[in-house]
Structures are given as C-alpha cells and as structure tokens.
C-alpha cells in the first residue's frame, strides 16, 4: 500500500490568486495522478505525471492553468492558477501501486473553494 | 470508451439492514475493480479490490462481487451501522487507466 499526505486539506481563495497544493508519497513512484472532483460529481482526471518529464494533460486541462511540477518519485504539486469560482472542487493526489492488482490510492484531498 | 454507472445515486436504510450498491461498466476488459469509501470533503479510501481473475472479495461486513461478462459489480453491506454513511465510489482499471462511477451516497438512519 501506499500512505499519500496531501496539503492544504481545505482552503478558501480569493478569485484570481493561484494556489499550491503538495503530495507526498511514502514509497518511490513513477507515476502519480491528479483528479478533479466538483461538487457532487465523480472525479475527473486532469494530468499524469511522471518524474523527469513533462507531465500529460487530459482533455480540457492546459499546463497554464494547473501547472504541475514532479521533482522527484515521492513528490509532485499541482498549482491551480487564476482561480474562479468555477474552480471549487477536491483536488485529489493519486498513485498507482503495482504490488497487489494495479490498485490506486489516494491523498487526503484538497478542499478549495474559491469566492 | 468506458464508462462506469452506479445505482442508486442515493439510498437510505435503517441501522442493521443489509443492503446492496451496484456497480456497472460498458467494457469487460479490465484488470480490476475497486470499490472506495468517501467521506464529505475528503479523499478516497480503498476498501476492496477485486482482480480480474476474481469472483468476490471480502473485508469484515463488506463483501464486493464481481461479474465480469455482464459488466456488473455489488458491494454487500451486511448489518449497516450510521459510521457507514458515506459516498460509495466504484473504479475500473485498465493499464494505467482508471475509470470512476458516481458514487452512491448511502445515509444510514440510527
């Protein structure tokens, strides 16, 4: 298994700032993911990204908005920049172990909601 | 392209009834399913994971079937407690792909 510490857990922005949320793994991955999931809907993937290369975005998602950075295998930040009230929802860190049948784990969750 | 359905969207039982959340998926080729607890505000919890080679799996009052051919899963709760009010997810795999139902908001009444 893998334990995933996401921070902040919760935080209220103001429209137009930029926010960075942190994920840290307790074993080494290759890759970790980040979802989307907007008030009562399911999650929405919104990159892959692998260390030591850029990572790749779904449809719908750019790098200048939701820049995210992966310097090393147990660490990656996701920024969601500009931010509008549209932009509420949990941001949620993920990483696929292969130890036991490809099961994804999940952080903690990133609250925001922007006013 | 998969897609994932859950129904109900929402239900509701009373403390001590045993109930059934169900889990559909339009493509049987997956590696696995997994069903996932969550509660408001915050991430997932893995509860159980059922690999494609298997029927069910089970953990304490939970237990997940899974039929791969007519694309269905269940997620068995027996004698529901309110602790397990909570956001019922399902996800399929394929690869490094990861396909995510709705959920179902399970409300159980003391």
């Known amino acids: 298994s893998a334990v995933i510490s996401q921070k902040p857990s919760r935080d209220i922005c103001q429209r137009g700032t930029s926010l960075t949320i942190q994920c840290q793994v307790d074993?080494?991955?290759?890759?970790m993911f980040w979802y989307r999931q907007q008030p009562g809907q399911s999650l929405t993937l919104i990159a892959t990204?692998?260390?030591?290369?850029?990572?790749?975005?779904e449809s719908g998602f750019v790098i200048d908005k939701f820049p995210i950075s992966r310097p090393n295998l147990t660490f990656s930040t996701l920024t969601v920049s500009n931010m509008s009230p549209e932009d509420s929802s949990i941001y949620l860190c993920?990483?696929?172990?292969?130890?036991?049948?490809?099961?994804?784990?999940f952080g903690e969750g990133s609250w925001l909601t922007v006013v | 392209k998969q897609e994932v359905t859950q129904i109900p969207a929402a239900l509701s039982v009373p403390e001590g009834e045993n109930l059934v959340l169900n889990c559909s998926f339009t493509?049987?080729?997956?590696?696995?399913l997994q069903w996932f607890r969550q509660d408001p505000g915050k991430g997932l919890t893995s509860l159980l994971l059922?690999?494609?080679?298997?029927r069910e799996q089970t953990s304490g009052r939970l237990n997940a079937s899974l039929d791969k051919s007519s694309g269905r899963s269940t997620l068995y709760i027996a004698a529901s407690q309110p602790g397990d009010s909570a956001t019922y997810l399902c996800?399929?795999?394929?690869?490094?792909?990861?396909?995510f139902g709705t959920g179902t908001s399970l409300t159980v009444i003391p």
């Open positions: 993920s990483v696929a172990g292969t130890g036991s049948g490809n099961t994804i784990y």
């Open positions: 074993s080494q991955v290759t890759m």
């Open positions: 990204a692998n260390q030591g290369s850029e990572a790749t975005y």
């Open positions: 493509d049987s080729a997956i590696y696995n």
């Open positions: 059922i690999q494609s080679s298997q």
């Open positions: 996800a399929v795999s394929r690869g490094n792909q990861f396909y």
